[in-house]
């Protein structure tokens, strides 16, 4: 067993097709298949199962392809701190960010590592939290922001803040009198609702406030896009409830609604920044994970990140 043939495997697991694998891999089908073959002779099991519709890994194909995608990670970050000219830092850091939390801090962030490491080459991938923990499960992300202490046990995890929710009404006084400061449970519960779906966290965190105090949300649409959530709330469909980076409208949106605090509860969501499981986190992992927190802190200091805890 060699590299190569690693590399081989992980491309085709990941295309799903020996066909599509030869194209992606620059390397004819007859020989990536050869490889193949050589490959689970030496391990002495079948690692893929074979259809019309292309192939999947098995078992035992799973295992080694989880594994392999870590040897080769280790792989780059070796060959990139060998390298190293002189002081600088350089290597690649593929980081999960959940889409609020990308809201607040991804811009920050990237501009941040541009300017003081330029060899750093910063991945941010951006998706639902069963996505990044999943990501970060088969060894394709090196770093991830997800909100449960447990989404993913056998990894290391330490907290970085928390964030304080907060009801989003369209702008005007259409749904909410432009008056009102605040709002309570029961004024929300009343409200029509878009929220997450019910296997998002911040749902559950949500409804479990709700349901503690006897009450029923009035939930009119269930969607997982955070941009297309506050499109309809921005549109006067409906409020939703999320933490205030989901209120910060990007380049090229308009902010068509306003951030009301909930009045008689103070519902929060824990962030964790989570590390792949290797022996020795690369020197840009670190700096990446340290920039990270360094950001956050910059924003909740030149109060920028409304309703955001710092902790310890």
Not at 259 to 288: E, F, G, K
Request: proline share 6%.
């Amino acid at each position: 067993m060699d590299l190569r043939q690693l590399r081989y495997f992980v491309g085709i697991v990941e295309s799903g097709s020996v066909t599509r694998a030869s194209r992606q891999l620059c390397i004819a089908q007859p020989a990536l298949s050869a490889q193949l073959s050589k490959l689970e002779a030496e391990v002495g099991r079948t690692l893929l199962h074979r259809s019309a519709k292309g192939v999947a890994p098995t078992d035992n194909g799973l295992a080694l392809y989880h594994h392999a995608r870590v040897m080769l990670r280790q792989l780059e970050q070796a060959l990139s701190v060998a390298r190293q000219d002189g002081g600088d830092v350089q290597g690649v850091v593929s980081l999960g960010l959940p889409a609020s939390t990308l809201s607040a801090l991804g811009l920050p962030l990237v501009r941040q590592i541009r300017r003081k490491y330029p060899g750093i080459l910063l991945n941010v991938v951006e998706g639902l939290s069963g996505q990044i923990a999943q990501m970060m499960r088969i060894g394709q992300l090196d770093l991830a922001v997800l909100f449960a202490l447990d989404a993913l046990p056998e990894l290391k995890a330490v907290e970085l803040f928390e964030e304080e929710l907060f009801v989003l009404v369209p702008e005007g006084g259409a749904l909410v009198d432009a008056s009102r400061e605040s709002l309570s449970l029961r004024e929300i519960a009343g409200l029509p609702l878009i929220l997450p779906t019910g296997s998002h966290g911040l749902r559950r965190r949500v409804c479990a406030e709700f349901e503690r105090r006897g009450l029923v949300p009035n939930v009119v649409a269930e969607i997982d896009s955070v941009a297309l959530v506050m499109d309809c709330v921005c549109d006067g469909m409906g409020a939703t409830i999320k933490p205030m980076p989901a209120a910060t409208p990007g380049a090229g949106q308009r902010a068509g609604w306003r951030a009301l605090p909930i009045a008689d509860a103070r519902i929060t969501r824990r962030n964790y920044l989570y590390s792949a499981a290797i022996c020795m986190p690369s020197q840009p992992q670190m700096i990446v994970a340290r920039e990270l927190r360094d950001v956050t802190i910059l924003l909740v200091d030149a109060g920028q990140w409304p309703g955001v805890t710092l902790l310890p």
